[in-house]
């Protein structure tokens, strides 16, 4: 029988200060609380996150989390097995708060700790909601992150492609930004297409006609703001059915474009011959019901399980997390107060940076 675990899970690397307890064992654990205090409101005047404001707001409501985390879940200190903390990649500030909080309890408690990568965190999501079995295929499309991940086991994830400038999310919030639509921009754009017509303006598909899985949005909301620019020249403004068939327009292509390489990216992780093939995706933009339901279509047409963790696990949260830390937890690892904040952790070594690769090593 696996051993049985009761994990903290801390997180805190970009807008979202959460803590969660989940217990269980490899493959097959319950999330008994999520605690998620959002920061949406403190970034909102700015059009977007505030490293400085987001790493003091994490501070303030960490100890709140936690503490939130534990009675919801009805579990005390003496129970956590060990504490599981987000210790990159993200904005660093944000990082060093929850790395400092969980090396502070867990020396006050004398309980073991150990650092999880975010991008970990989701990749391993679809274990704690549906007990999937390695190999997976992992799309993570957020505000911050764009890959293709073949999930080997906890610790080997190998990337087959991901986004060379913005990730979707960031696309959606400059595009929702362009058209003078609230942020945070996915929601409102998605709200906006549901009365535009998406045959209205022809925007690109960026990188359709280079190979293998690599994606671009950059030009994209490039293109957007030319046609912007051309409407407000055409009719002295924006009118409410230029901002809708934009949104529709500007919507469908980014559906595209991650249609298109999911279907490629498929292709490659189909030749590992999974037992019982698995797309699942995470971050925020999985969140969109026109790409969900485009990328349901695919996974039906090529007979490969769909897999969409609810919401509140495909945002960033603590229970992924205390999963992650779970896993790596049970097979042995722990860290000590060496342990230090990374703004940069790709989860992939082996293969070549897709972007900001410097002095530092690769972004992401
Ligand atoms: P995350 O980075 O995972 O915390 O998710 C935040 C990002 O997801 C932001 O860029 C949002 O605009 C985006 N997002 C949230 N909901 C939607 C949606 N319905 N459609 C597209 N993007 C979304
Ligand atoms: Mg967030």
């Known amino acids: 029988m696996k051993p049985n675990y009761t994990i903290l899970g801390i997180e805190s690397s970009c807008d979202d200060t959460s803590a969660a307890i989940v217990q269980g064992c490899v493959g097959d654990a319950r999330v008994l609380s999520n605690c998620v205090v959002g920061q949406n409101d403190l970034h909102k005047a700015f059009g977007g996150v505030v490293p400085e404001i987001a790493a003091r707001a994490h501070v303030e409501k960490l100890d709140v989390c936690v503490e939130s985390a534990l009675h919801e879940a009805n579990v005390?200190?003496?129970?956590?097995?060990?504490?599981?903390?987000?210790?990159?990649?993200?904005?660093?500030?944000?990082?060093?708060?929850?790395?400092?909080?969980?090396?502070?309890?867990?020396?006050?408690?004398?309980?073991?700790?150990?650092?999880?990568?975010?991008?970990?965190g989701h990749a391993l999501t679809p274990r704690l909601t549906h007990g999937v079995e390695f190999p997976y295929l992992m799309l993570l499309i957020s505000g911050g992150h764009c890959q293709f991940l073949i999930v080997k086991s906890h610790d080997t994830f190998v990337r087959i492609g991901g986004t060379?400038?913005?990730?979707?999310?960031?696309?959606?919030?400059?595009?929702?930004?362009?058209?003078?639509?609230?942020?945070?921009?996915?929601?409102?754009?998605?709200?906006?297409?549901?009365n535009g017509n998406k045959d209205q303006f022809s925007l690109p598909r960026p990188l359709l006609d280079r190979k293998g899985c690599d994606m671009s949005f950059s030009g994209l909301k490039t293109a957007v703001l030319r046609t912007r620019d051309a409407c407000v020249d055409q009719?002295?403004?924006?009118?409410?059915?230029?901002?809708?068939?934009?949104?529709?327009?500007?919507?469908?292509?980014?559906?595209?474009?991650?249609?298109?390489?999911?279907?490629?990216?498929?292709?490659?992780?189909?030749?590992?011959?999974?037992?019982?093939?698995?797309?699942?995706?995470?971050?925020?933009?999985?969140?969109?019901?026109?790409?969900?339901?485009?990328?349901?279509?695919?996974?039906?047409?090529?007979?490969?399980?769909?897999?969409?963790?609810?919401?509140?696990?495909?945002?960033?949260?603590?229970?992924?997390?205390?999963?992650?830390?779970?896993?790596?937890f049970a097979a042995g690892h722990m860290h000590d107060m060496s342990l230090a904040a990374r703004p940069r952790w790709p989860l992939d070594t082996t293969s070549p940076s897709l972007i900001g690769h410097g002095k530092k090593g690769a972004k992401a």
């Open 76 to 120: 005390h200190f003496d129970n956590v097995d060990a504490i599981a903390v987000t210790s990159g990649p993200g904005l660093i500030g944000g990082v060093l708060s929850g790395v400092m909080f969980a090396k502070g309890l867990a020396s006050a408690l004398n309980k073991p700790f150990v650092g999880v990568n975010h991008l970990a």
């Open 164 to 194: 060379i400038d913005d990730a979707p999310g960031e696309a959606f919030d400059k595009t929702a930004r362009l058209l003078g639509l609230p942020q945070p921009g996915g929601p409102s754009i998605e709200k906006a297409a549901l």
């Open 235 to 328: 009719h002295g403004g924006l009118t409410i059915s230029d901002q809708n068939d934009l949104a529709a327009s500007f919507q469908t292509a980014i559906s595209d474009v991650l249609v298109e390489k999911s279907k490629r990216a498929m292709k490659t992780y189909l030749e590992l011959s999974p037992k019982e093939p698995v797309l699942a995706v995470a971050g925020g933009v999985a969140a969109n019901s026109f790409i969900r339901e485009n990328l349901i279509s695919l996974c039906d047409h090529l007979g490969v399980d769909f897999l969409a963790p609810p919401l509140s696990l495909c945002t960033d949260n603590g229970a992924m997390i205390a999963y992650a830390g779970l896993e790596l």
